[in-house]
């Protein structure tokens, strides 16, 4: 399975300023999803897509092919994603490459490691799913059967639409969110059903100790936490 992986990174961000190009742990942000990247075995090409100079530099440095800049109005702070990728994979295929799949792999995780990569794209290969996410369990006080919607006149609706709540912990059925490190899609899904997920998604089960994912000043402190770690 062909499979092309586009690392997104713009140069604007809310939450911490600059952070694909701010040190963590002594090295550009940007740095530990380009080694994982490059590590791993099942990727056939690694692309980064960004706005800024500065990023694509960076990226140059740790590896990755930078082979264009992406427009403006795709690196505003509301740009949706999947016009992201679909624009790289345009670029791609302009130069007469095609893939089988396409791996986004977005710089705020940086705890991901190759084998979880391999191991994804491995998965969509030998299933028939349209694409595989990574996931993280849901802790039991938030599972869909115990999680209540309140409606305008203040009254409480199960969010999986029953009637009463499954009553015993050990009946509840496991449940899942988006982790968010890897996602890999199949290539007719992204470009032609327009989506990253499809209609038959699989995941891909890590812990939360296995992830973060940077979005505001305290993650970025698990994250340094969680780094000092694994280096012992």
Not at 152 to 170: D, T
Request: aromatic share 6%; with cysteine.
């Amino acid at each position: 399975m062909k499979t092309l992986a586009i690392i997104p990174a713009r140069g604007s961000s809310k939450g911490v300023p600059r952070k694909n190009l701010r040190h963590l742990g002594g090295k550009p942000l940007l740095q530990y999803t380009a080694a994982a990247a490059l590590a791993a075995r099942r990727l056939t090409r690694i692309i980064l897509s960004t706005d800024d100079v500065e990023i694509a530099e960076v990226g140059l440095q740790c590896g990755l092919e930078a082979p264009f800049l992406r427009p403006a109005e795709l690196a505003a702070d509301e740009t949706p994603m999947l016009p992201v990728v679909q624009h790289a994979v345009r670029w791609v295929e302009t130069q007469g490459e095609c893939f089988d799949a396409i791996c986004l792999l977005q710089p705020t995780n940086p705890l991901r490691n190759p084998e979880v990569i391999d191991a994804c794209i491995e998965l969509l290969e030998r299933s028939e799913a349209d694409a595989v996410v990574t996931v993280l369990p849901v802790p039991t006080e938030y599972n869909p059967h115990w999680v209540y919607f309140q409606d305008r006149e203040g009254i409480l609706h199960l969010s999986n639409g029953e009637a009463i709540p499954v009553p015993r912990r050990q009946d509840l059925p496991p449940a899942f969110h988006r982790e968010g490190s890897v996602y890999v899609t199949r290539r007719e899904v992204v470009m032609e059903k327009h989506s990253l997920y499809g209609h038959r998604l699989v995941g891909y089960l890590l812990w939360p100790e296995q992830s973060v994912n940077i979005d505001g000043p305290e993650d970025w402190e698990r994250a340094e936490r969680l780094i000092r770690e694994r280096a012992g």
